[in-house]
């Protein structure tokens, strides 16, 4: 019996497809050219400038379903890649934890195994307001049993990080950025999730 093609879609705001990384590749792309699949594999990244969970829990399954195939032949998998957004949107953290367990439980109940990506540092100034915005999304992805990683504790001091925002005006990482944030998802249970063999 041949083995069912995955599909992977990302879905999230403009950190998702690299803006200010000058290969072009963000987190995204370095991710999945270290993922070795043994089986045939469609990824889709599905980004909007700007948005919060809230737009993201509205748009989500529609764009998704779009690229997912029947159930019985491929192997369905959705990565929400989290931004910052939500903090200058007027959204409370209860909100945010709101939308993003929505987005879980119903990926969950379309059979769609999820994978959550954390937001990653920004300005100095909203630095305590993003740590606790990505330990409140950390807590609503354990308590489904679904993977989170955590960009925001192990870049907030990291100096190749801080150097990559501040060249790019303290918004977006550079190369080097995405690279570290791409190597925090490879080694926080992407090849476990999608059962692939690890890539040393």
Known sequence: MTEPE???CVVGDELSVGVGDA???GWTGRVLARSRFTRPAMSFTLAVPGETTSGLGARWKA???????PEATCDNRLVVALGRHDLGSGLSLARSRLNLANILDQA???RVASFVVGPPPGREEDGERIAELSAAFADVAARRRVPYVDTYTPLAQHEQWLADL???G???PGQAGY??????VLHTGWHAWLGL???E
């Open 23 to 25: 290969r072009a590749l």
């Open 6 to 8: 995955v599909r992977i």
């Open 166 to 168: 501040a060249t790019n």
């Open 63 to 69: 764009e998704a379903e779009s690229r997912f195939g």
């Open 170 to 172: 303290s918004t977006y």
């Open 179 to 184: 690279g570290l944030i791409a190597w925090l």
């Open 197 to 199: 063999p690890v890539d």
């Open 108 to 110: 969950e109940t379309s």
